[in-house]
């Protein structure tokens, strides 16, 4: 695995710990250095590629950055989903083409690619439809850490003064991911005198004009017992919350497979989700879903997870959590393997 000589070890320590892996810190893999000019035009970033020939490496595992169309090793890149395709106006012109000419250049220069999800591989084939690029999905499982699962959800629960019921819901403040619909759904219900308490994290995006313009319309509504934004949380809050919530919301408008999905079903919490082809392909229709525009579906949806007389409860990782991690895992290694004996 390599990093920038400036990467946090902390960061990279719980890499380090698995057994066959070496962790190898380079000047080529700084975050303020890149070597792409050199890939685009003369198609190979030089020091990468003298760091993978230092290692003796055989396939490199490319992802959010190119090395080159002749770097001299098995490529496999990943496409994490075809957002700027679907969703344009998300992104400034500039991020667009930044994000359109590396898939382009990743695809043009042979790159076996891997997807997520069905959904992600049908969109690449879709907008890329002369790409004879060897494509595998390989959708990831979350299982967490025991360290990560050590903290009592009754006492996080006190911690941040919440209810015991409540609704969790904890993506990052990107606008595809859709909070102005929660709000939209809570106002319906306030309006009726009921008041669903749905915990919110995550962190503002940058610059953090929607997050300030969601927040500012959560003071303007009156939804400030509702809607409960308690920052950015530590990890084993995040599962803390999540084991203890009525159910996990995401009403994101895209996705290439959710990880806060992901996460929910390790611990088979319940699940209230945009109707999109990959939270269906993700859950296997046994979630409770709702169009990305239908306020009232949404509110109809709090009502009823929040009406069942259920009590408080803490969750354990599920029955299916170590399969699907396997199944991950030789999903991932079969498209190494595929790459190198291309």
């Not at 995401?250 to 497979?257: K, L, V």
């Amino acid at each position: 695995m390599f990093a920038g000589l400036l990467d946090d070890d902390n960061d990279l320590a719980s890499f380090a710990e698995i057994p066959g892996v070496r962790v190898v810190k380079n000047r080529a893999f700084e975050r303020g250095l890149s070597g792409v000019p050199a890939a685009l035009l003369a198609g190979i970033d030089f020091a990468a590629a003298a760091a993978f020939r230092s290692e003796e490496v055989d396939v490199v595992f490319e992802h959010a950055r190119f090395f080159g169309w002749r770097l001299p090793f098995p490529v496999v890149a990943w496409f994490p989903d075809l957002q700027h395709r679907s969703l344009p106006h998300l992104f400034s012109t500039a991020a667009w083409w930044r994000r359109e000419i590396g898939f382009r250049a990743q695809l043009a220069s042979g790159r076996s690619i891997v997807l997520s999800s069905k959904s992600a591989l049908n969109d690449c084939r879709r907008f890329y439809p002369h790409a004879r690029n060897q494509m595998s999905v390989v959708s990831f499982a979350s299982r967490p850490s025991d360290d990560l699962l050590a903290a009592d959800p009754r006492q996080i629960v006190r911690l941040y003064d919440l209810p015991e019921r409540f609704f969790y819901l904890p993506n990052q403040f990107w606008r595809h991911k859709n909070h102005q619909l929660v709000l939209d759904a809570l106002t319906i219900l306030a309006g009726r005198g009921i008041s669903p308490v749905v915990v919110v994290s995550g962190a503002p995006d940058e610059p953090p004009v929607y997050f300030k313009g969601i927040m500012r319309e959560v003071e303007e509504r009156g939804l400030n017992e509702s809607f409960r934004y308690i920052g950015m949380v530590p990890l084993p809050h995040v599962y803390a919350l999540l084991r203890s919530c009525r159910a996990l919301v995401n009403p994101s408008r895209f996705e290439g497979w959710s990880t806060t999905v992901e996460e929910a079903k390790s611990f088979e919490v319940p699940m209230i989700v945009s109707d999109l082809e990959v939270h269906r392909e993700q859950t296997g229709d046994s979630a409770t879903y709702f169009d990305v525009d239908d306020a009232r579906a949404l509110a109809r949806h709090f009502v009823e997870a929040g009406s069942k007389d259920e009590p408080f409860q803490v969750r354990q990782l599920g029955s299916t959590v170590e399969n699907r991690v396997a199944k991950f895992a030789d999903d991932f290694a079969d498209a190494i393997k595929r790459a190198a004996a291309a």
